[in-house]
């Protein structure tokens, strides 16, 4: 199973986390960050920054809520500083499932294609 963290505006996380373990069960590599309006850009991401660093050097896959939202925003202040971090946006719980039911390689090409994969599939459930 994949290391993930979730940074969402409110409880989002915390709920679609919680969620998510009704289905999978417990999930002991899912961090659920949450941003109030009181937390600045910078608090949003040292609080991303201690998660993805909790796990070691190993890949950790970071899922906003919003694409230009402030916890998107927060991500890429601090993506550049890790090699192995993933930053995907649109949180759902498809999506979610997804990405911690499938294994990353060691490949990065490989890893990018995979979750454009698992993003894609994820888009696909969302119908009108």
Known sequence: MNHVVLLTHG???????????????NVPDLKALSITMETSMEQAAD???????????????????M????????A????????????????????LIGLLMTDLTDQKEENIKLLKSIAAQAKDTILF
Do not use: H, W
């Open 67 to 74: 694409a230009a939202g402030s916890t998107t925003q927060a």
């Open 76 to 95: 890429l202040r601090i993506i550049p500083e890790y090699e192995n971090v993933y930053l995907l946006t649109g949180l759902n719980l498809g999506l």
């Open 11 to 25: 409880e989002f996380s915390k709920g679609i986390a919680q969620s998510c373990e009704f289905i999978l069960g």
């Open 47 to 65: 609080m991303l920054r201690e998660a993805v660093e909790s796990f070691g050097n190993q890949k950790v896959i970071v899922v906003t809520d």
